[in-house]
């Protein structure tokens, strides 16, 4: 395993392990210097969305990078505005203008908005059909949305890309039980838990015994779950460490116990009592 490492989705398209997560990246030249920096240090993987208002950066950067293309893996998400079948046709196409890509590698929906996200989904299957997106896919879904999608889906979801550490793990045992069973790659987002965890003396006892810090540990730990994992940051010597992390493998006794820090914790949008 290392920073090029891909796995299959359930349509064959492969896709880097380990990416770079670009939320609350603010527009303009940070976001643009920190994926141009990243895609130097040789991640393959940017993680951007609507909502961020920041894929034209994360296009102007990868046009800046030199790096070619189709080695790439850009993923980019369909926010709750845009729900519906024309209009989140016409958000992917502005996706694209906005980005200066011909496609993009993973369109995903946002959140499990009611009402549309039926409609949603189907226009990411017509998208897909027309060869205009390599893989679509879903975000923020728990048990309840992914069975109602796969009640009428034609296309099983590529990828469910849901919050996931060590410290809300039990609390998505049956979402991932359920991904697993279908096919659906899970996407760790906020694996580093936005800074709130990375003192637990836990962490850092674990690292110890690997030359690890806590942030490490925790990517670690989502990339042995098979997870994909979208590490964030700004600062360059963040992104180099969060790279670093396969010099190392955590022992099955270190993920047992890392498995028992559940706390059902949820640093941004939790969709567990969405309808």
Known sequence: MNLTTTIPLNNGVAIPQLGLGVYRSPNGMETFETVRYALETGYRHVDTARIYHNEADVGAALRASGVPREQVFVTTKLWESDQGYDSAIAAYHESLRLMGLEYVDLFLIHWPLPGKRR?????LETLLEEGRVRAIGVSNYVVRHLEELLGHA??????NQIELSPYNYEQRRPTLDLCAAQGIAIEAYSPLTKGRKLGDARLAAIGARYSASPAQVLIRWGLQKGAIVLAKSNRPERIRQNADVFGFELSAADMAYLDTFN?????GWDPTTEP
Request: avoid cysteine; charged fraction near 10%.
């Open 119 to 123: 409609y949603s989904w189907m226009a």
């Open 154 to 159: 034609r296309y099983v979801p590529a990828v």
């Open 263 to 267: 706390e059902n914790l949820a640093t």
